[in-house]
């Protein structure tokens, strides 16, 4: 497919709206870094545009491409291959280009994985009780990575309850199911609390309910990062809890698609953590 050697590659991020993403900050910072002869562009597509411009990315040989909001599961009906962990998660955020086939992955998981571990090398998965706020696509990656690694015990608690009790359907019964109304009982005794609802982004409502309860020296991951710190991180300090924001999920998400792209292993550096910190609002 890629037909000159030395020609200049393409990849992009595609969502509505755009101006928001990080992707192409990371990107680019890897492009250079790697001495790789590439533009990765960010391409603003309506839903209602999808087909078509999706039809245009492939003619025009793109190495890959990132996947935002609103496409990430529209998009699932234009790729030839659904990798392992978008049959879980149910959505992609990154499309490898192979010889005129679109493949689908979902990078979230592995992004959550390679940020638990940075933060807390010696994390005991086996020891861990975990509650996770939220049950949509963000919150089935979460979930994934816990139960791969024999997690203790696994709670999700959601304000649309129907939607945590089909993630326990899907992946795995031992989940434990909380109504929304009900956090007290679900905080209780846990050592590790995500928060992957979108309660507390730049611009929504934010997250205000009270962690207390939680195990002591407990941890609170959110998939957030802008603010850098949250609504979510602020109740957690309140608690003395190891706090962590989604920026290194951001990151490590970016570079497994990378390193698919272009058969290279981008590095994070804390020069680019740095770099995407100065560019979040504070
Ligand atoms: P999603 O599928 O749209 O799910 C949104 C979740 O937020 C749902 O559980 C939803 O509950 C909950 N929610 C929204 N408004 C709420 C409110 N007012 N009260 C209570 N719950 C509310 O989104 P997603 O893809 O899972 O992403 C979730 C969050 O993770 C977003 O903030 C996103 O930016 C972040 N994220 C970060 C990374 C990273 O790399 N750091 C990667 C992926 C996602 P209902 O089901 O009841 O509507």
């Not at 900050?25 to 309506?46: A, R, S, T």
């Not at 920026?247 to 995407?276: H, R, V």
Request: some cysteine; charged content about 25%; aromatic content about 12%.
């Amino acid at each position: 497919m890629h037909k000159e050697k030395n020609c200049i590659k393409i990849a992009g991020v595609i969502g509505d709206p755009i101006a928001h993403t990080r992707s192409p900050l990371i990107h680019q910072y890897w492009i250079k870094k790697n001495n790789i002869n590439c533009f990765y562009v960010p391409l603003n597509v309506k839903l209602e545009e999808l087909e078509k411009k999706i039809k245009y990315i492939k003619e025009l040989d793109f190495r890959g491409l990132n996947i935002t909001i609103p496409h990430k599961e529209n998009i699932l009906k234009y790729c030839d291959d659904i990798l392992e962990p978008v049959k879980v998660i149910g959505a992609a955020n990154t499309l490898y280009f192979n010889n005129g086939n679109i493949i689908a992955d979902n990078t979230d998981a592995y992004g959550f994985y390679n940020l638990l571990i940075k933060n807390f090398p010696n994390y005991n998965f086996k020891k861990e009780t975990v509650l996770i706020f939220g049950a949509g696509g963000a919150a089935r990656a979460v979930s994934y990575v816990f139960l791969k690694n024999g997690v203790s015990e696994i709670r999700i608690i959601n304000r649309n309850f129907k939607k945590a009790i089909k993630i326990k359907e899907d992946l795995d019964k031992k989940i434990i199911v909380y109504e929304w109304s009900n956090y007290k009982n679900a905080l209780k005794n846990v050592s590790t609390v995500v928060n992957s609802t979108s309660l507390g982004n730049y611009g929504s409502e934010k997250f205000n309910i009270d962690l207390g309860g939680v195990k002591d020296n407990s941890i609170a991951i959110d998939l957030i990062y802008n603010p850098l710190r949250t609504s979510f991180l602020s109740q957690a300090i309140k608690y003395n809890m190891r706090v962590v924001n989604g920026l290194d999920m951001l990151i490590y998400q970016a570079k497994k698609g990378f390193q698919n792209w272009f058969g290279c292993k981008p590095s994070y550096t804390s020069e680019l953590k740095e770099i995407i910190e100065k560019s979040i609002i504070k």
